[in-house]
C-alpha cells in the first residue's frame, strides 16, 4: 500500500481537460490527432487509486492507444450533456461506454450538479408536490435523497423510479445513436455489502433497460465485480493516510485487469 496524500476528499491522480468538455479526466493527457479509442465512463473507469486503471491494461492489450475518458462523479447527466466530451468520441476508432447508474440524473423530480452528478441540487415542483411532507433542505446528495423517500415505504417511490428508467434509456439511446464509431457498452455491477442499507437492486440496471440500447451497440458486456474492500485487493491500492474509508469502496488491481481482459477480446472479435 502506497500514501500519496494525507487529504481525504482530493484525488492523488493526475487530472486533465480535452478541447471543449468541462470534465476533468484522468491524466496525462494524451494527443488527439492520432488514432485512439475511447473510454468513456465514471470512477471505476477513472482508476481511482489504482496505478493502471483498465484503460491503461486494455491499451497494451490490443496494442492500441486508448484514451481515459474515466470522470469522477460522473453519471448519465454528464456523460450525455457534455458537448466536448461529444466530439472527442466522435474523433475515435472504438468506443468503450461504461454504463452509468439510474441516479446521477436531471429529471422530473430532482437536478443534479452537471458534473459532479452525485450532488442533488433541487426538488422540482413535481417532487414536492409528490413528497409535501418532505424537508429536502438538509439533502445535498442524490443516495440520500432516495434513502430518504425509500424510508417512507410507499408506492409514492415507484413513480420515482419508473421516471429515473426512463429518463436512463432515453437519454442513454439518444447519446448512442450521436456516437459514429462502434460502441462497447460495459455494465459493471459493483458488489458492495458496506452499503447494504442502500437497495441497489431498485435502481440497477436490469435486463430490459439493456436490451432497449442493444440496437444502438456493437457489443454489451455485464460483469459483476467487487470493491476492493471485499475482494482483498486493498492492500494494492494507492491511497493517503485518511482515504481508506473511500478506496475501500472502489475497484481493485486485479479487478481492472479483469475488465481489460474481457474488453480485449470482446473488440479483438469486433475488428476480426
Same mark, same amino acid.
Given at each position: ?36 479509442? /475511447?473510454? *468513456? ?7 481511482? +487509486?489504482? %496505478?493502471?486503471? #483498465?484503460?491503461?491494461? $486494455?491499451?497494451? @492489450? ?62 422540482? /415542483?413535481? *417532487? ?7 424537508? +429536502?433542505? %438538509?439533502?445535498? #446528495?442524490?443516495?440520500? $435523497?432516495?434513502? @430518504? ?62 436490451? /432497449? ?60
Amino acid at each position: 500500500m502506497s500514501y500519496q496524500s494525507i487529504n481525504a476528499g482530493c484525488s492523488a491522480e493526475p487530472m486533465c481537460g480535452y478541447g471543449a468538455s468541462k470534465l476533468r479526466f484522468r491524466g496525462p493527457q494524451r494527443e488527439l490527432d492520432r488514432p485512439f479509442v /475511447a473510454c *468513456l465512463g465514471g470512477e471505476e473507469t477513472f482508476g481511482r +487509486f489504482v %496505478d493502471s486503471p #483498465f484503460p491503461k491494461i $486494455l491499451e497494451r @492489450r490490443l496494442d492500441r492507444r486508448c484514451l481515459n475518458l474515466g470522470s469522477l462523479f460522473c453519471g448519465v447527466e454528464a456523460l450525455t450533456q457534455d458537448a466536448g466530451l461529444l466530439e472527442i468520441a466522435n474523433r475515435a476508432e472504438i468506443c468503450v461506454l461504461q454504463m452509468p447508474g439510474l441516479l446521477g440524473q436531471s429529471n422530473r423530480y430532482y437536478r443534479v450538479h452537471p458534473r459532479r452528478n452525485d450532488r442533488f441540487v433541487a426538488p422540482t /415542483a413535481d *417532487l414536492v408536490a409528490l413528497y409535501p411532507e418532505e424537508d +429536502f433542505t %438538509d439533502i445535498h #446528495f442524490v443516495r440520500h $435523497l432516495l434513502t @430518504r423517500l425509500w424510508a417512507r415505504s410507499d408506492a409514492r417511490i415507484e413513480v420515482v423510479e419508473q421516471e429515473l428508467r426512463r429518463e436512463w434509456i432515453e437519454k442513454i439511446s439518444t447519446f448512442l445513436r450521436q456516437l459514429s464509431p462502434p460502441v462497447v457498452v460495459l455494465s459493471l455491477e459493483v458488489e458492495d455489502c458496506a452499503l447494504e442499507s442502500f437497495p441497489h437492486e431498485r435502481v440497477s440496471i436490469d435486463t430490459a433497460m439493456i436490451d /432497449a440500447i442493444r440496437p444502438h451497440c456493437a457489443a454489451c458486456l455485464d460483469l459483476r465485480v467487487q470493491v476492493c474492500g471485499e475482494s482483498d485487493e486493498i492492500e494494492d491500492m494507492l491511497f493517503g493516510t485518511l482515504q481508506q474509508p473511500i478506496a475501500e469502496h472502489m475497484i481493485g488491481p486485479a479487478t481492472h485487469r479483469k475488465i481489460a481482459e474481457t474488453l480485449a477480446r470482446t473488440i479483438n472479435d469486433l475488428c476480426d
